[in-house]
């Protein structure tokens, strides 16, 4: 979607050089391959040089590293006055039940409300510029729905092993956890600018 929007090169990073691939089958594809260059590494260990980047687009991602530590670290490959465009799971209201608090604090500690991550993106030197939160559909219609109709196929595949089977039990737990609790849980898309 970037390559085809903006005129940029892009350089798109992954730790798993098979999602690369796939990236790269698909840019060709969409007629966007020339654009795009794919770099295999841990998002903890990029090898950018100071201010080489106008923008760092992370959707989905940032939580492997924690938010606090991408957001940190990350600013230095920024010139100044570039992007950070980055979601992150976020608490849509003040209050929750604890079933869920448990859950995600367990999950993913981190999780905090929008004001919180806004303050952690003021504290590393960046001024947020814009917020907003996923919709639904992008939960059910583009992630679980896609992921569900998959389990049957995945067992098959691992003959239904331990293992697997753990896999899709801990993705259908999140997934019902999602449908009773939704509201009160999305992920949050910030975007700041580098001061
Ligand atoms: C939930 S997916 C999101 C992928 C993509 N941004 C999207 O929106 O479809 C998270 C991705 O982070 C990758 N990943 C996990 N830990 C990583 C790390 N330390 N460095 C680089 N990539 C990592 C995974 O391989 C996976 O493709």
């Known amino acids: 979607m970037l390559a085809k929007h903006l005129n940029a090169q892009i350089t798109a990073v992954d ?7 796939d ?11 020339d654009r795009i260059a794919t770099l295999a590494c841990s998002m903890d260990e990029l090898p950018f040089a100071d201010e080489e980047l106008d923008a760092i687009w992370s959707e989905g991602a940032i939580y492997n590293i924690g938010f606090e530590k991408g957001v940190s670290e990350w600013r230095r490959f ?14 849509i209201t003040d209050y929750r039940p604890s079933e869920i608090q448990e859950h995600w ?4 500690p981190e999780i905090d409300t929008a004001a919180a991550k806004i303050k952690i993106l003021e504290k590393y030197g960046y001024s947020p510029i814009g917020y907003f939160v996923l919709p639904e559909n992008c939960w059910v219609e583009e992630y679980y ?8 196929e995945f067992l098959f595949r691992h003959k239904s092993s331990g293992e697997a089977m753990a896999i899709v039990q801990a ?19 910030y975007i700041a600018t580098k001061i």
Do not use: C, H, N
Not at 78 to 91: C, D, F, M, Q, R
Not at 145 to 151: T, V
Not at 184 to 189: M, R
């Open 145 to 152: 729905a896609p992921m569900q109709s998959r389990f049957e």
């Open 171 to 189: 993705e259908q737990k999140e997934i019902d956890l999602y449908s009773r609790f939704k509201a009160y849980y999305s992920y949050g898309v």
């Open 78 to 91: 920024l010139k100044s006055g570039g992007l950070l465009v980055a979601s992150e799971i976020t608490w």
């Open 105 to 108: 604090d367990a999950e993913y």
């Open 15 to 21: 730790f798993i050089q098979e999602f690369l691939d």
């Open 23 to 33: 990236l790269t089958l698909r840019a060709d594809q969409a007629g966007v391959a």
